[in-house]
């Protein structure tokens, strides 16, 4: 803006982002080799824009550094705080054994073996008359019964402990005193009882006649584990889980395929995971979908191990543990003893000979390194995709070297991504479906094109997804000729009456079908003295961002259902302007998007 007069001149000059439009797309090719070849289709797409498209490749093995984190901290946690704790501190040895090089240094080893011997020496200690165990001796004076909960963790991890010395990868001489022979026959009857206990859930009951069929092998527990079945979708998805793999255990094989074929008719494959749906009569808010996907991998490796939901389990499990806001140790607990079994299969194979080729010509031929993997990026304009013809279906064949083939240890992932121009690109549903619109501060829809310079308008995004999604990315641009108000300045304020600068809401299925709004969720920290409580939230908002031209929102955790999200912008620059659409991924899978 250019100001001439005899009084004054000046220059003005104001800055406007103009967002280029274009629109990403992507497809993945994954899963885990036990062949040592494979073969799958590729296309390359003609209409990309120029100097945009790749194929990327990336092989790894049985990945548990991502346990590292939550393992590390059960380790620091002071033994004086319950039995409980104390058998969290050797759940990391008890369940991975001399394997846990692969995650802790020396040092954290060796506090982790001293942790085992500690359990061991003090599951006696805690042992209640009914063959359970309590968090503090002092309840063994007052309780009837002892800690369900509290019971099930000892149990699991002696059980693993026992596991661990019979494969060799615990050493006795750090497992403790543990029980005698009859303390262990108590504490199976104790597992017995939790089975036909009135009052525990129907996967507390399936959790313990696991332990119980694993530490007494000789008893037939087929009528047991019938009435457990009586259950049915009480169950749930992690319940039928642990019943098939009993089932497995025990030799009743037409009663476990028939609990197994529930599991898999719960199961919703994605192209690299997958996503389960719980059963009506076992959801709540706080559904444990982390434990629902530790159980049924350990079902499908058990029951049918070269499936396509085996590996993809691994990988939801992964971005369950890393992004999910509700994780709890019961949770890790099942997480790393499915990984633990998963290295055991593994063990000994550190590296493999990948051989990657694209209709014959050669794009990868290398040894790679099981535990730190590798990721190659292969560009459209370059050799030797540049020579090869596009929209036609070309053969990508990958070959493994025999010894890591047999072991089954080597994920691998072929992403191909590339830009469109938004002019050929309509709508799209891969996963997520996406809805933007402008409205007045009254609620009445306004179109793109009709924005009146100096009036403030709300935005609003609706997405849509079908199964829990971990680690969502929504970019929604404007107007490059309107300015984003930012929520967090106090000019603006006065907004707060007609619904604020910033708002969200989402909708869930019950267990009964119907549907309920939510506008928040997070945790409470309560804080208690002698002069009165009181209580602090924490809110597990999405992360939103605010830049020149567009808001981006970070969501954790998505839920089944739909999620609508609101910010304020006001119309400045008078002008016609392109705007691109909308756009949210699931990152690391930019192949699901909408």
């Known amino acids: 803006f250019t100001v001439r007069s005899d009084v004054v001149n000046e220059r003005l000059h104001a800055k406007m982002p103009v967002l280029d439009v274009q629109i990403q797309e992507a497809f993945t090719l994954a899963g885990s080799l036990s062949d040592e070849s494979i073969e799958e289709g590729v296309v390359i797409p003609s209409s990309v824009l120029p100097g945009s498209g790749s194929i990327e490749l990336s092989f790894a093995g049985h990945q548990a550094g991502y346990l590292y984190e939550p393992m590390a901290r059960?380790?620091?946690?002071?033994?004086?705080?319950?039995?409980?704790?104390?058998?969290?501190?050797?759940?990391?040895?008890?369940?991975?054994?001399?394997?846990?090089?692969?995650?802790f240094s020396e040092r954290q080893i060796a506090d982790a073996r001293i942790a085992l011997e500690l359990f061991g020496n003090d599951m006696a200690k805690y042992?209640?008359?009914?063959?359970?165990?309590?968090?503090?001796?002092?309840?063994?004076?007052?309780?009837?019964?002892?800690?369900?909960?509290?019971?099930?963790?000892?149990?699991?991890?002696?059980?693993?402990?026992?596991?661990?010395?019979?494969?060799?990868?615990?050493?006795?001489?750090?497992?403790?005193?543990?029980?005698?022979?009859?303390?262990?026959?108590?504490?199976?009857?104790?597992?017995?009882?939790?089975?036909?206990?009135?009052?525990?859930?129907?996967?507390?009951?399936?959790?313990?006649?696991d332990i119980a069929s694993r530490l007494n092998p000789?008893?037939?527990?087929?009528?047991?584990?019938?009435?457990?079945?009586?259950?049915?979708?009480?169950?749930?998805?992690?319940?039928?889980?642990?019943?098939?793999?009993?089932?497995?255990?025990?030799?009743?094989?037409?009663?476990?395929?028939?609990?197994?074929?529930?599991?898999?008719?719960?199961?919703?494959?994605?192209?690299?995971?997958?996503?389960?749906?719980?059963?009506?009569?076992?959801?709540?808010?706080?559904?444990?979908?982390?434990?629902?996907?530790?159980?049924?991998q350990r079902a499908f490796s058990a029951l049918d191990a070269d499936s396509v939901e085996a590996p993809r389990l691994l990988q939801a499990m992964r971005r369950a543990t890393v992004n999910s806001p509700w994780v709890n140790s019961i949770d890790l607990l099942f997480v790393a003893s499915v990984l633990a079994g998963e290295l055991e299969k593994s063990m000994g194979v550190e590296a493999a000979e990948v051989?990657?080729?694209?209709?014959?010509?050669?794009?990868?031929?290398?040894?790679?390194?099981?535990?730190?993997?590798?990721?190659?990026?292969?560009?459209?304009?370059?050799?030797?995709?540049?020579?090869?013809?596009?929209?036609?279906?070309?053969?990508?064949?990958?070959?493994?070297?025999?010894?890591?083939?047999?072991?089954?240890?080597?994920?691998?992932?072929?992403?191909?991504?590339?830009?469109?121009?938004?002019?050929?690109?309509?709508?799209?549903?891969?996963?997520?479906?996406?809805?933007?619109?402008?409205?007045?501060?009254?609620?009445?829809?306004?179109?793109?094109?009709?924005?009146?310079?100096?009036?403030?308008?709300?935005?609003?995004?609706t997405i849509g997804c079908d199964r829990n999604r971990?680690?969502?990315?929504?970019?929604?641009?404007?107007?490059?000729?309107?300015?984003?108000?930012?929520?967090?300045?106090?000019t603006t304020g006065s907004y707060d009456e007609s619904g604020g600068v910033r708002g969200g809401e989402w909708e869930r299925e019950t267990q009964y079908g119907d549907r309920q709004t939510y506008v928040d969720e997070g945790y409470a920290r309560g804080r208690f003295g002698m002069f009165g409580s009181s209580w602090e939230f924490f809110s597990l908002r999405p992360v939103q961002k605010i830049y020149p031209g567009e808001v981006t929102y970070y969501f954790p955790h998505l839920y089944p259902g739909s999620r609508t999200v609101t910010f304020l912008i006001r119309a400045v620059h008078p002008g016609i302007y392109p705007v691109p659409p909308a756009y949210i991924e699931l990152e690391g899978q930019e192949e699901v998007f909408g």
């Open 74 to 103: 059960w380790l620091r946690l002071s033994p004086d705080r319950s039995f409980e704790v104390v058998a969290y501190r050797a759940a990391s040895y008890a369940i991975f054994g001399e394997q846990l090089d692969l995650l």
């Open 127 to 209: 042992q209640h008359s009914d063959g359970g165990f309590v968090p503090y001796q002092r309840m063994l004076a007052h309780l009837r019964n002892s800690t369900v909960r509290t019971t099930l963790v000892a149990a699991e991890l002696y059980a693993q402990i026992e596991h661990g010395i019979r494969s060799g990868k615990i050493q006795s001489r750090y497992a403790g005193s543990g029980l005698t022979g009859s303390q262990r026959s108590r504490l199976v009857s104790r597992l017995e009882a939790i089975v036909n206990g009135r009052y525990t859930s129907a996967f507390e009951k399936a959790w313990a006649l």
């Open 218 to 296: 000789e008893k037939n527990y087929r009528s047991m584990l019938g009435m457990l079945l009586e259950q049915e979708d009480a169950l749930g998805a992690a319940g039928y889980s642990v019943a098939a793999g009993i089932a497995d255990r025990i030799g009743a094989s037409s009663v476990g395929q028939n609990a197994f074929r529930r599991v898999r008719n719960l199961v919703q494959i994605g192209t690299r995971d997958v996503d389960i749906v719980e059963t009506y009569e076992s959801r709540s808010y706080f559904d444990s979908t982390l434990l629902r996907l530790a159980c049924a």
């Open 355 to 461: 051989r990657v080729s694209l209709n014959q010509q050669t794009l990868m031929d290398e040894t790679v390194d099981l535990q730190e993997g590798i990721e190659q990026v292969f560009p459209f304009q370059q050799d030797p995709l540049d020579q090869l013809p596009r929209n036609v279906l070309l053969p990508l064949e990958i070959r493994l070297g025999e010894d890591a083939a047999q072991a089954g240890s080597v994920f691998y992932a072929a992403v191909m991504r590339y830009y469109l121009p938004n002019e050929i690109v309509g709508p799209r549903d891969e996963g997520f479906s996406v809805f933007r619109q402008i409205e007045d501060l009254d609620g009445n829809p306004v179109e793109m094109d009709a924005l009146v310079r100096g009036k403030t308008y709300r935005v609003r995004v």
């Open 470 to 490: 971990f680690a969502s990315f929504l970019q929604v641009p404007v107007p490059s000729g309107a300015e984003i108000l930012d929520g967090s300045f106090v």
